[in-house]
T-cell receptor, first 113, second 115 residues
Framework: EDKVVQSPLSLVVHEGDTVTLNCSYE??????LLWYKQEKKAPTFLFML????IEKKSGRLSSILDKKELFSILNITATQTGDSAVYLC?????????????FGRGTQLTVWP | DSGVTQTPKHLITATGQRVTLRCSPR?????VYWYQQSLDQGLQFLIQ???????AKGNILERFSAQQFPDLHSELNLSSLELGDSALYFC??????????????FGSGTQLSVL
């Protein structure tokens, strides 16, 4: 059973659209939630969230965490073709094996010109 | 560029064979993590080493083994390969022993194809 569930699995939009990616999780002892962007190969770090309600922003990307409802969203405004990638959500479970991050299966975002 | 180096980039081999994947972590990072990514499974944690010692174990098969050397580079050995082992294998590094509160830096991965 997946501990981290991302939705939608796939999303196709046009440039300029705003998208919202969802990540819900179920872990014993939450420590942090991380968002990664995976283009061709290596996932690259976007955000790390540890506290509820605090929005993290980087340019057109922003993310917020709701620890009570056990989910996070990643927003991308004014999308560009360069935003096309798989977006991965990962959760650090303090109660799990040391060093283990639970990854979701990702949301494949495709931005058409 | 994350600073994590993986070789080779691509590997094509036959069933039953053995391969070795290599990873050099970012300068100064003591932890190395191995992940397997397949189309239907997403990123699966295999194993973690910290400063030469095995720190955590995930869904790693008995046919797979890893080690971290004194210079902190790591190798993942996959033996008796099966078709289902075809996947992208990532190495990631971090400075600390515990991933919590710290981001991982991923290498570009080794694409393994077992024919």
């Amino acid at each position: 059973e997946d501990k981290v569930v991302q939705s939608p699995l796939s999303l196709v939009v046009h440039e300029g659209d705003t998208v919202t990616l969802n990540c819900s999780y179920e872990v014993t002892n939450f420590r942090s939630l991380l968002w990664y962007k995976q283009e061709k190969k290596a996932p690259t770090f976007l955000f790390m969230l540890t506290s509820s309600g605090i929005e993290k922003k980087s340019g057109r990307l922003s993310s917020i965490l709701d620890k009570k409802e056990l989910f996070s969203i990643l927003n991308i405004t004014a999308t560009q073709t360069g935003d096309s990638a798989v977006y991965l959500c990962a959760v650090d479970d303090r109660g799990s094996t040391l060093g283990r991050l639970y990854f979701g299966r990702g949301t494949q975002l495709t931005v058409w010109p | 560029d994350s600073g994590v180096t993986q070789t080779p980039k691509h590997l094509i081999t036959a069933t039953g064979q053995r391969v070795t994947l290599r990873c050099s972590p970012r300068s100064g990072d003591l932890s190395v993590y191995w992940y397997q990514q397949s189309l239907d499974q997403g990123l699966q944690f295999l194993i973690q080493y910290y400063n030469g010692e095995e720190r955590a174990k995930g869904n790693i098969l008995e046919r797979f083994s890893a080690q971290q050397f004194p210079d902190l580079h790591s190798e993942l050995n996959l033996s008796s390969l099966e078709l289902g082992d075809s996947a992208l294998y990532f190495c990631a590094s971090s400075a600390k022993a515990r991933v919590g509160g710290e981001k991982l830096f991923f290498g570009s991965g080794t694409q393994l194809s077992v024919l």
